[in-house]
């Protein structure tokens, strides 16, 4: 009897020091800053002209080339992770290294994106005998439950949320980003867009160069953030629980239990 009630202790224990290492841990913020210099241009015109070649090779849709570096820090500065294009990602664990690929300066980044594995233009399965389709069970969606979705209350919470962890994220940024797409409209399009949401969440530290003659991404400078991550649960836990989100997974969850 003595070994169980002792057994029962250090269980209780147990579970309240784990409980309160789990506090500490979303209490304590983490941080992440980053920084480039990359070139994207579009070699899709090219890729198609080699497809007519005997003996085509790999063909690059895109081709890029720049540097970039990523550094994430947690509990403190007890752990941190490295990421950049010219040597395999790192772990430190109270300041020693752990190397999470193999061997030093090997590069992320491929230069060369094979079709046949992206399976945009070379697909081996397409010899291949088609097989008869099994049908599929599905669940209908009418068009008063889109509307529920899309409805003035819940997209005024959603991006309520969406500004709520823009806050949270204290997000600092000074990059210059230039881009073009195949058709110029897209490019307006794209900037519009991007201005509006930048306008709407009062994104700063952003500056847009649309480029309406290249195909082409260019991004350079740096950015930084740091969160608490029990904030970010807090944010996310009141956005389920109003009364317009918890609508749908409430009667959803009393369906599954009927």
């Known amino acids: 009897m003595a070994i169980l009630v002792l057994a029962l202790k250090c269980t209780g224990w147990l579970v309240v020091i784990a409980l309160i290492a789990i506090v500490i841990i979303l209490a304590l913020p983490i941080s992440l800053r980053g920084s480039c210099s990359l070139v994207i241009e579009s070699n899709l015109e090219e890729a198609l002209e080699m497809l007519d070649a005997e003996d085509p090779g790999d063909i690059s849709l895109f081709l890029y080339d720049g540097t970039f570096e990523l550094r994430s ?94 806050t949270a994220m204290h997000l600092d940024m000074d990059l210059d980003i230039e881009f073009g797409f195949f058709d110029p409209s897209h490019t307006g399009m794209v900037l519009g867009l991007v201005s509006a949401l930048a306008g709407a969440f009062g994104l700063s530290g952003v500056r847009l160069y649309p480029n309406f003659e290249d195909q082409v991404i260019v991004a350079r400078g740096s950015a930084s953030m740091w969160m608490v991550p029990a904030h970010v649960l807090l944010i996310g836990a009141c956005f389920m629980l109003t009364p317009e989100i918890r609508e749908f997974w409430w009667k959803r969850r009393t369906k599954d239990s009927a």
């Open 73 to 166: 820090r947690a509990l403190l500065g007890l752990l941190a992770v490295l990421v950049s294009e010219s040597t395999c990602p790192e772990l430190r664990i109270l300041g020693i290294k752990v190397p999470l690929g193999k061997g030093s300066g090997s590069r992320i980044l491929d230069k060369s994106l094979k079709p046949g594995r992206a399976g945009v233009l070379d697909n081996p399965k397409d010899d291949e005998p088609d097989k008869p389709r099994k049908p599929r069970k599905g669940k209908k969606i009418s068009l008063a439950e889109i509307k529920k979705y899309l409805s003035p209350p819940v997209r005024a919470r959603v991006t309520g949320l969406l500004k709520s962890l823009y």
